[in-house]
C-alpha cells in the first residue's frame, strides 16, 4: 500500500525518518527482485499491507523485542526488511522423516493392485487408465463407449465400496455438523496461508469431517480405514472428509484437486482422490472429466478414485485429471471428498504448515 508520512502536528514518530526508512525499503525492494527471481511468490508476498507500516517501523515496531514484531515481518516486510521471514519453505521446512508416499511407478503399482486383488469385493472398472501395464504389456482396449482408450490417467470405478448404514451416517455427520458454502482457495497471504474464494464456479455447500466427528464414529471410522487399506497410505497423509451437498441447480465447474502452493511444504500434495457417492440423485449431478470424456452417475454406495499427479513424478501435477460436478437437475446429491497427499498432512496441519 502506498506509505503514508506522519502528519505535521504528529510529535511521535518523525516525517524526516519516515521518508528515510521509505527511500531504503525501496532499495530493499530492488534488490530482493533482483536477486530473488527464481522465488516469485516471496516477490509478489513483500509488500506493506498497511499504509502506516513505514511509520509504525520508525516507531521500533520492527524491533524483535517489540509486541508487534511477528505482525510487522509479515504485514510489513518491505519496511522492516524482512522478506524472508515469507518463505514457508523456510517456516515450514520437510523434516527428515517426512518422505513421500510413493515414488515413481508407486500409483500405477497401487492402481494396478486394487484392479487385480480387489475384483470380488469392489468389482474395480477402470474408466480410464494407461495403455501399458508396469511390466509392458499392453492393455485390451474396452469397447464400451464410456470408457477413455487413450493412454491414461487411472480412473477407477469402485462398487459397494461403503454400506447404506455407513452412507447414512456420513450424510448424519454433515447434518450435525452443518453445511457452509463451498469455497475454493483464494489468493495467498504474507503469512502463507490462503484466503478463501466463494465464486460462481461452485455453489455447492460442504461440512468438514474431523476427528470428533468422524474419527471417533463406529460406523464412520471403518470407511477411513478402507480407503487407506485399499489406497496403502495412511491417516496421517489425508485431510478430513469433506462432506458435500448439491441441492437443484448447484454445481462445481472445471477444476483440479491439486493445490500448487503445497509442492515443497511438509504436507505434501494432493495425490490420490476418493470420491464417495452417498445416495442416488434422481437426474443430473455426475462427475465428468472433460479431457478423457468420460462421465460417472452417482450410484449409493460406490467410490470413484482418480490421481492428481504423475506416476512418474508423483508429486508433479496430472492436468488431465481435471473434473466438475454437473449440475443437480432434480433431488439433492450427497457425496464426500477424501484427500491423500503425497506426505504427512495431519502433522503439517498441527503445525500450521498446510
Known amino acids: 500500500m502506498h506509505q503514508e508520512l506522519p502528519s505535521d502536528d504528529d510529535e511521535s514518530v518523525s516525517i524526516e525518518k519516515t521518508q528515510t526508512l521509505i527511500e531504503s525499503s525501496i532499495e530493499y525492494m530492488k534488490k530482493i527482485w533482483i536477486l530473488s527471481t527464481t522465488n516469485n511468490r516471496i516477490n509478489y508476498k513483500c509488500r506493506n499491507m498497511d499504509a502506516e507500516c513505514s511509520q509504525w517501523a520508525v516507531d521500533g515496531s520492527c524491533a524483535e523485542d517489540s509486541d508487534d514484531y511477528e505482525y510487522m515481518k509479515l504485514n510489513c516486510a518491505p519496511a522492516c526488511q524482512t522478506c524472508d521471514s515469507l518463505d514457508r519453505s523456510l517456516v515450514c521446512p520437510i523434516g527428515e522423516n517426512n518422505e513421500v508416499v510413493f515414488e515413481p511407478g508407486g500409483l500405477n503399482e497401487m492402481f494396478e493392485r486394487i484392479l487385480n486383488n480387489y475384483s470380488q469385493e469392489y468389482n474395480p472398472q477402470a474408466l480410464s487408465r494407461p495403455k501399458v501395464t508396469r511390466d509392458g504389456k499392453p492393455v485390451i482396449p474396452n469397447p464400451n463407449p464410456n470408457y477413455n482408450d487413450g493412454d491414461g490417467p487411472w480412473i477407477l470405478l469402485l462398487d459397494n465400496f ?30 502463507g496461508t490462503f484466503e478463501d474464494d466463494e465464486n460462481d464456479g461452485r455453489t455447492s455447500t460442504n461440512s468438514w469431517c474431523d476427528v470428533e466427528l468422524c474419527q471417533e464414529d463406529p460406523i464412520i471410522m471403518p470407511v477411513i480405514e478402507r480407503i487407506h487399506n485399499i489406497t496403502g497410505t495412511k491417516i496421517e497423509n489425508s485431510e478430513h472428509i469433506q462432506l458435500l451437498r448439491y441441492e437443484p441447480g448447484q454445481y462445481y465447474h472445471q477444476h483440479h484437486d491439486y493445490i500448487e502452493y503445497q509442492q515443497g511444504l511438509p504436507c505434501g500434495v494432493r495425490m490420490l482422490t476418493l470420491f464417495l457417492y452417498l445416495n442416488d440423485v434422481e437426474e443430473g449431478g455426475g462427475t465428468g472429466f472433460p479431457f478423457l470424456n468420460i462421465t460417472v452417475q452417482p450410484k449409493r454406495g460406490s467410490a470413484l478414485l482418480w490421481p492428481s499427479t504423475l506416476d512418474e513424478d508423483p508429486e508433479e501435477k496430472d492436468k488431465r485429471t481435471e473434473h466438475e460436478a454437473l449440475t443437480v437437475l432434480k433431488g439433492i446429491k450427497y457425496g464426500a471428498n477424501a484427500w491423500i497427499h503425497t506426505r504427512n498432512y495431519r502433522e503439517a496441519e498441527d503445525n500450521e504448515c498446510t
Request: charged letters at 35%.
Open 162 to 191: 461403503i454400506t447404506n448404514e455407513e452412507a447414512d451416517a456420513l450424510i448424519a455427520a454433515g447434518h450435525k455438523k452443518g453445511y457452509e458454502r463451498s469455497a475454493d482457495v483464494g489468493i495467498e497471504l504474507p503469512d
